[in-house]
């Protein structure tokens, strides 16, 4: 897993990765095709989660008096809608119902 490393590719899509090849390997051993279990011996990649920081609500009243109305409409998303920023950022406005006026905080 050195060169997913060294191209910045993250612990748990290298869990992912190596479960799935280990999944196909086995089942290639299983059927008769492989003499040996390729990843006997091989340690899964440890996947260390990083510390999260919750923005507080006088962080995130400051960010949304600067934030453009793009990024503002994101950060209540997120905020009151409990999206994560991915999802946030697919929002639509075409698509929302209702008012954004209402959400009290996007201008």
């Known amino acids: 897993m050195g060169d997913l490393e060294a191209g910045k590719v993250g612990r748990g899509i290298q869990g992912n990765v190596f479960r799935t090849l280990?999944?196909?390997m086995?089942?290639?051993?299983?059927?008769?095709?492989?003499t040996d279990v390729p990843v006997k011996g091989i340690q899964e990649p440890e996947y260390v989660r990083e510390k999260v920081v919750i923005?507080?609500?006088?962080?995130?009243?400051?960010?949304?008096?600067?934030a453009?109305?793009?990024?503002?409409?994101?950060?209540?998303?997120?905020?009151?809608?409990n999206l994560r920023n991915g999802e946030a950022r697919a929002v639509n406005i075409n698509n929302v119902v209702g008012d954004c006026k209402t959400f009290?905080?996007?201008p």
Not at 26 to 34: C, H
Not at 68 to 81: R, S, T
């Open 55 to 66: 923005p507080s609500l006088a962080y995130v009243k400051k960010a949304l008096t600067v």
């Open 26 to 34: 086995r089942d290639a051993y299983g059927k008769g095709a492989m």
């Open 22 to 24: 280990k999944g196909i």
């Open 68 to 81: 453009d109305d793009d990024l503002a409409l994101e950060i209540v998303m997120m905020v009151g809608c």
């Open 104 to 106: 009290g905080s996007v």
